[in-house]
Each structure stands twice: as C-alpha cells, then as structure tokens.
C-alpha cells in the first residue's frame, strides 16, 4: 500500500528556515518521482519542485528558487524540502505526492498518490 507522510512544519518568523520530511511506505522513494506542492487558502495547489528518481530535480516556482532545495535519503526512503529564507507569501499546507513515474509532472492532476500534508506558517 502506498502511503506518504509528512512532517516538519511549523510556525516559523520570516527569514527563518524549515526542513519538511515525506517519509514513504510501500514503494522506494529511489525508483520514482516525488514532487512537493503547496496550497495557501482560496488558492490552487501548485508544485513547488520534484526530484526525478535519476536524482535530478525540478524547481517549478521562480519565488524559491534559491530558497528550496528538495533531497533524498534513500536508506530512510524520505524526500526532503529545505526551505530558507521563508517569506510569509510561503505560508502553506505543504504536500508531496508520486504518481509512481520516473519523471516529474508539475500539475497536481497527474499524481495519483498524496500525503496528509504539513502546513508552514511564516508570520512575525
């Protein structure tokens, strides 16, 4: 059974840092693709960035490129999103989905499979 689960979130002051964690179950994280997306309140939820299983990334969002950096801990079969710099317009419940593809896709409608999510809130 494939299951993801996040964790990491928390309210964190602007310019501060988090580390999200998707642990998975069920399938190894190394064979497939695994994307972060986000959604804020009365918005659509949007990717974010995507680790291929090759281990090349995708960063879909030019408002944190620079600021996010998404990693891969095979032995824990988790996928991480460092998130610096956070910036309150990245407040957010954040997800990360596989539609069980080597490759990433940055639209939410082409993964099959999600976590519960973990939401980021960045306020002073």
């Known amino acids: 059974q494939v299951q993801l689960v996040e964790s990491g979130g928390g309210l964190v002051q602007p310019g501060g840092s988090l580390r999200l964690s998707c642990t998975a179950s069920?399938?190894?994280?190394?064979?497939?693709?695994i994307g972060w997306f986000r959604q804020a309140p009365g918005k659509e939820r949007e990717g974010v960035s995507c680790l291929r299983s090759s281990g090349g990334n995708t960063v879909y969002l030019d408002s944190v490129k620079g600021r996010f950096t998404i990693s891969r801990d095979n032995n824990r079969n988790t996928v991480y999103l460092q998130m610096n710099s956070l910036k309150p317009e990245d407040t957010a419940v954040y997800y990360c989905a596989t539609n069980l593809r080597f490759d990433c896709m940055s639209r939410a409608y082409n993964y099959g499979y999600w976590g519960q999510g973990t939401q980021v809130t960045v306020s002073s």
């Open positions: 069920g399938f190894t994280v190394a064979n497939y693709a």
